[in-house]
């Protein structure tokens, strides 16, 4: 069965912004560390955004100041709010769990920022 599932992608203009969203089950969402990484096209996949269990943050340089990462344990979901977006953060986002319970992807979500 499907354990994290993202959403929230789509085409934004320069400047945008985009809210994604990443639900996991029980003990995934539960992990020791959740996060986003993101795979621009021909190029490798990065990590954007960490969270750990104890509430500690970590941004790649690249997004410093233009996004958040953030959960919503009442609703087992983790989300990235991406503000001033540029074409270079044009990629496939995907989430991840990882840690105690297992390594667990999602499928992940197109962003397309035009200019």
């Known amino acids: 069965q499907v354990q994290v599932v993202e959403s929230g992608g789509g085409l934004v203009p320069a400047g945008g912004s985009l809210r994604l969203a990443c639900k996991a089950s029980g003990s995934i969402f539960s992990n020791d560390f959740m996060g986003w990484y993101r795979q621009p096209p021909g190029k490798q996949r990065d990590l954007v955004a960490t969270?750990?269990?104890?509430?500690?943050?970590n941004y790649a340089d690249s997004v410093k100041g233009r996004f958040t990462i953030s959960r919503d344990n009442t609703k087992n979901t983790l989300y990235l709010q991406m503000n001033s977006l540029k074409p270079e953060d044009t990629a496939v986002y995907s989430c991840k769990s990882w840690g105690f319970a297992g390594d667990y992807w999602g499928q992940g979500t197109q962003v397309t920022v035009s200019s």
């Open positions: 969270l750990t269990r104890g509430g500690d943050r």
